[in-house]
């Protein structure tokens, strides 16, 4: 592994994602050798804690021109890691005080809703946007969640845009191989519908049936007799319902196109079930449980 | 806790849910004291394991008439612990030899086909029949799974029919209350509009995801992105597809309309989606995580 050297990376937003980051380019032996962190927060106050906790050497608050503008001074990399929804005002925000060397990626979980925020606020300095999304658990959130092997083994993928320098695209890909992720590339669309398919359907579907039981009339005596089954497919509906909302709504395309396709799926199997098509219903039942233990048996994880 | 003692218990199907009763009444302390666990296979040779192991003390094969009849001669307690599918094909190979004190219950996971099979085969003596549904893990199977503690905290629900005997219920309820399991009545009908929504939905939803994914022309990319949310809700699509095959067709009824009433939450949320309403899906999702953790708090378990 390469030591990724960098002089001064901007954290906006210090929780679990951004923190994380900062601590494996610190913490990870020989991964990085680096000038100065800053936290940005939406105030000051956001960020000391991570100062506090050492994760930052510096911290500045959002709404300080003065404050904003010293941190991004001479600053090579940028990293937005607060909630999707915010990424054009934030990036509006900065964009005065960005240096032209300046390269600004993201951490954000959805990335066509990403891409048309940059543009709209970049304009014509789109090329210093990389658009990325690691692949992280979120169960647990805030910078004292942080941690520096967050990233190992974990997959980042980056949609770099037509604009964008091979070289500025290939220096965000550095640091986070430096993190111990594993890098993958492809279009913004594609990775809308990827984990639209993946991750944002299965949490639709986990609210809803929860949704669903409650609504019934014996929804308590439902819930004292819902064992292991229901406990890991309704995992995920203890999931941020503000962080749900704005990745339902951010891609929503994709998502209509999934759940579509999946209610397409369940009315073929309630066919089979009318008409006691055992023979369907078992096909389709061995089939999902065939790929599903092949995917485990590859660690779930991308083939490499 | 009261020793409940009996004579001599004969168990159809000497697997995960058979053994591990037998186990549980032996080797539990003071739960019982007992006679004689005759274990009956489909072959002489498939309940053998479960004597070789010292779970029951006597083999008989279905298909001997002697073998059979010594087996059951002064019983006074059976439980049926094969799938559900075969429970009017045993019973009416059983009831010839079926003595008239004998109490017969089973250990299906849906309970109106399984009354409808024990009418059917029993005919006048169905008085003799007390359904049951021990609500047991079934990742492992086979009487190797077999624990002594698997039921303890566990719930089994029993669902008496009008002609049952006080006292035979009651007799069923001790011997499960023996192996450390928790004890409820419901319908039959009841029942499967319980489990129906709790249990056999998920696992139907569960399977038609990997299904999805599995139509997609990048099915191998989007698996290869799949991480924790997939992972735990598709969990229960590695279950056997002969099983789930069996419930959705026995439970064909109850099932088709949670997956009515889900199929309608789902519209709900996509035209909430469509329309761009973040607050219908920030309350759905807010009040699917609080009952969710409400129900993880109380310990996913039974309220007493």
Same mark, same amino acid.
Request: proline share 4%; hydrophobic share 45%; charged share 25%.
């Given at each position: 592994?390469?030591?990724?050297?960098?002089?001064?990376?901007?954290?906006?937003?210090?929780?679990?994602?951004?923190?994380?980051?900062?601590? %494996?380019?610190?913490? !990870?032996?020989? *991964?990085? !050798?680096?000038?100065?962190?800053?936290?940005?927060?939406?105030?000051?106050?956001?960020?000391?804690?991570? !100062?506090?906790?050492?994760?930052?050497?510096?911290?500045?608050?959002?709404?300080?021109?003065? =404050?904003?503008?010293? %941190?991004?001074?001479?600053?090579?990399?940028?990293?937005?890691?607060?909630?999707?929804?915010?990424?054009?005002?934030?990036?509006?925000?900065?964009?005065?005080?960005?240096?032209? =060397?300046?390269?600004?990626?993201?951490?954000?979980?959805?990335?066509?809703?990403?891409?048309?925020?940059?543009?709209?606020?970049?304009?014509?300095?789109? *090329?210093?946007?990389?658009?990325?999304?690691?692949?992280?658990?979120?169960?647990?959130?805030?910078? +004292?969640? *942080?941690?520096?092997?967050?990233?190992?083994?974990?997959?980042?993928?980056?949609?770099?845009?037509? =604009?964008? !320098?091979?070289?500025?695209?290939?220096?965000? +890909?550095?640091?986070?191989?430096?993190?111990?992720?594993?890098?993958?590339?492809?279009?913004?669309?594609?990775?809308?519908?990827?984990? &639209?398919?993946?991750?944002?359907?299965?949490?639709?579907?986990?609210?809803?049936?929860?949704?669903?039981?409650?609504?019934?009339?014996?929804?308590?005596?439902?819930?004292?007799?819902?064992?292991?089954?229901?406990?890991?497919?309704?995992?995920?509906?203890?999931?941020?319902?503000?962080?749900?909302?704005?990745?339902?709504? &951010?891609?929503?395309? %994709?998502?209509?196109?999934?759940?579509?396709?999946?209610? &397409?799926?369940?009315?073929?199997?309630?066919?089979?079930?009318? *008409?006691?098509?055992? &023979?369907?219903?078992?096909?389709?039942?061995?089939?999902?449980? +065939?790929?599903?233990?092949?995917?485990?048996?590859?660690?779930?994880?991308?083939?490499?």
């Amino acid at each position: 592994m390469t030591t990724f050297t960098f002089d001064k990376l901007v954290i906006f937003g210090v929780g679990l994602i951004g923190g994380s980051l900062a601590r %494996a380019l610190r913490e !990870r032996d020989g *991964a990085a !050798r680096g000038g100065r962190i800053v936290g940005v927060g939406r105030s000051r106050a956001s960020a000391q804690r991570a !100062r506090e906790l050492g994760i930052v050497d510096d911290v500045a608050g959002l709404d300080d021109d003065a =404050e904003l503008s010293a %941190a991004l001074a001479g600053a090579d990399l940028v990293l937005l890691a607060a909630p999707v929804a915010q990424t054009q005002s934030l990036l509006e925000r900065i964009v005065p005080f960005l240096d032209a =060397e300046t390269i600004v990626t993201d951490a954000g979980s959805t990335k066509s809703d990403v891409v048309a925020a940059a543009r709209s606020a970049l304009g014509a300095r789109i *090329a210093q946007f990389v658009p990325g999304h690691p692949i992280a658990g979120r169960e647990s959130s805030g910078v +004292e969640a *942080a941690l520096p092997d967050l990233y190992v083994g974990r997959n980042v993928v980056l949609c770099p845009l037509p =604009e964008n !320098r091979p070289d500025d695209v290939a220096r965000i +890909e550095a640091m986070w191989r430096a993190t111990g992720a594993l890098l993958s590339a492809m279009s913004h669309e594609q990775h809308d519908q990827v984990f &639209a398919s993946v991750s944002h359907l299965p949490h639709l579907l986990s609210f809803a049936l929860v949704e669903r039981i409650l609504s019934a009339p014996d929804a308590a005596l439902k819930f004292s007799f819902a064992a292991g089954g229901f406990r890991d497919f309704t995992r995920i509906a203890a999931s941020s319902p503000e962080m749900w909302r704005d990745v339902c709504l &951010a891609n929503r395309d %994709a998502l209509v196109d999934e759940l579509d396709g999946y209610t &397409a799926v369940l009315a073929r199997l309630r066919a089979a079930i009318v *008409a006691g098509d055992g &023979a369907t219903l078992e096909a389709v039942f061995a089939r999902s449980r +065939e790929a599903r233990s092949e995917w485990q048996e590859r660690g779930g994880r991308a083939p490499k």
